[in-house]
């Protein structure tokens, strides 16, 4: 298949996918959504095993990706919360700017090129969160700094997710993607497991009531993260980063005509914004 397509099923996915949690965290606990989801994605990751695993990538790696894993879930956290409390069309742009954290540490750690082009997209993404998260008619009636509903969740999941992703990148580039994603996997239900452990709430109370919906956002995320990683090793895996990079773009017309969200001309601004600079970001 086309780049294209697999760009398309990326896009597609996690935008919908930003819509079901948005949805699923109206009547549940954020945090037993988030597990069973993460959860979910790693049962059906491993039984992938026979038909997707290549080689051992030894025992060094296994230990390395603790930090993506942990970083992993504690984003995936930070999202369930974000959507919880605020609009999935404002939120959405704002996590998506995990990838202009991913590019700064390439730059400061693995001395990647930057160019006029790149500092432009990264300056984009920083105005246009502050356009969109930021409620300036509050701030001018009781001149005090006040966020939109959600935005410092999801601030702290764009920042975990680039720290994961840039640690994914890191090692999938010497090991098959398939190992490293499942190593990952592991550390982020490990890490979810500590978590519901010091809640001091029983583990299996989360599996209690569980929404039909959450299977197909366990099918969703499986589906789109396979033809993503399919699609990065086709002859153009920047095409595919290119249009996976406009998912909220699919999450803000779903949350108009789903989820009945409202939302005002500023903060359509700042997230029209934001999505150039990701888009621009990810054509370079």
């Not at 009547?27 to 989801?37: E, R, W, Y």
């Not at 984009?124 to 300036?136: A, M, N, Q, R, T």
């Not at 499942?182 to 709430?201: E, G």
């Amino acid at each position: 298949m086309s780049p294209i397509v697999y760009g398309l099923f990326g896009m597609v996915g996690i935008g919908v996918l930003n819509i079901l949690v948005s949805l699923l965290n109206r009547n549940n606990d954020s945090f037993k959504i988030g597990f069973l989801i993460q959860l979910g994605n790693s049962i059906v990751t491993l039984a992938l095993f026979p038909f997707l695993y290549k080689e051992n990538p030894g025992i060094t790696i296994f230990f390395s990706l603790i930090l993506a894993g942990i970083t992993g879930a504690l984003a995936f956290v930070f999202i369930n919360k974000a959507f919880k409390e605020g609009k999935a069309s404002i939120n959405s742009p704002i996590i998506s700017t995990w990838g202009m954290i991913t590019a700064v540490l390439g730059f400061i750690l693995l001395n990647e090129d930057f160019y006029l082009a790149k500092g432009v997209s990264i300056l984009l993404i920083v105005i246009g969160i502050f356009i969109s998260s930021i409620d300036i008619k509050t701030i001018l009636k009781s001149k005090s700094l006040r966020l939109i509903d959600g935005v410092k969740w999801s601030v702290l999941a764009a920042l975990n997710l680039g720290i994961s992703f840039f640690t994914i990148t890191y090692f999938a580039s010497d090991n098959h993607w398939y190992s490293v994603s499942l190593i990952t996997r592991f550390w982020t239900v490990v890490t979810y497991l500590v978590m519901a452990k010091s809640t001091h709430k029983p583990v299996l109370t989360y599996f209690n009531n569980i929404p039909l919906l959450l299977f197909f956002a366990i099918l969703v995320d499986v589906v789109s993260f396979l033809m993503m990683s399919i699609g990065y090793t086709t002859s153009e895996p920047g095409v595919v980063s290119v249009i996976t990079s406009a998912s909220p773009a699919i999450t803000i017309i779903l949350s108009f005509l789903i989820l009945k969200e409202k939302i005002t001309k500023q903060q359509l601004f700042g997230v029209i914004v934001v999505i150039a600079g990701i888009i621009l970001l990810a054509l370079n």
